[in-house]
Every structure is written in C-alpha cells, then in structure tokens.
Nanobody, 118 residues
Framework: QVQLVESGGGLVQAGGSLRLSCVAS????????IDWYRQAPGNQRDFVAR???????TYADSVKGRFTVSRDNDKKSVSLQMNSLKPEDTAVYYC????????????WGKGTLVTVSS
C-alpha cells in the first residue's frame, strides 16, 4: 500500500519559517520525482517545488529564493523548508510522487495545512 504522509504544517506569522516533511512508503522511492503542490481555498492546486530523481530541483516563481526542497532517499523523505512566509502562502500543501522508471504512477498525500497570518 502506497502512502505519502505530510507533516509540519501549522500557523506562523508573516516573515516566519516552517519545514514540511513528506515520508513515503510502499514505493521505490529513488525512482520517483517528489513534488510539492499547494491549494488555497477556492483556488486550483498549484505546483510549488520538485525534488527530482536526478537530484535536481525546480521551483515555482512565487517561491524561488524563499523555499528549498531536498530529498533523502535513504529515509524515503522529502522536506520543504519555507522561509520568509507570506499570507499568500496560506494553503494546504500536498506531496506527490511520480514514477520515472517503467510504468508511470502518480500518488498524492492527504496534505498539511499552512496558515500565515499578517
């Protein structure tokens, strides 16, 4: 059974920091790109960052320079360090895995809520 479990969300003041974590089980972690998405109330789910199997990273323009994504294949986990948080970063943050070797498979976690107060 595949599980992606996010943690680390919470309430923080603008300018503060949070560190989200996504821990995977039931997948061969090293062949999955891991993405972070977020969804604010009433909005679509948007891409935030990617930790690719190559070791490369990609960020949405809105978070470049503030967020850092990193992966640990041994621990089957990906973290998202979020600094200089803004009220517009308020959303539910989701972890997504995409298999990049063999058959394509995509899995989602259930999300963790981040609230940034002004």
């Amino acid at each position: 059974q595949v599980q992606l479990v996010e943690s680390g969300g919470g309430l923080v003041q603008a300018g503060g920091s949070l560190r989200l974590s996504c821990v995977a089980s039931g997948i061969t972690f090293s062949i999955h790109d891991i993405d972070w998405y977020r969804q604010a109330p009433g909005n679509q789910r948007d891409f935030v960052a990617r930790a690719a199997i190559s070791g490369g990273t990609t960020y949405a323009d809105s978070v470049k320079g503030r967020f850092t994504v990193s992966r640990d294949n041994d621990k089957k986990s990906v973290s998202l360090q979020m600094n200089s948080l803004k009220p517009e970063d308020t959303a539910v943050y989701y972890c997504r895995s995409s298999r990049r070797v063999g058959l394509n498979r995509v899995y989602w976690g259930k999300g963790t809520l981040v609230t940034v107060s002004s």
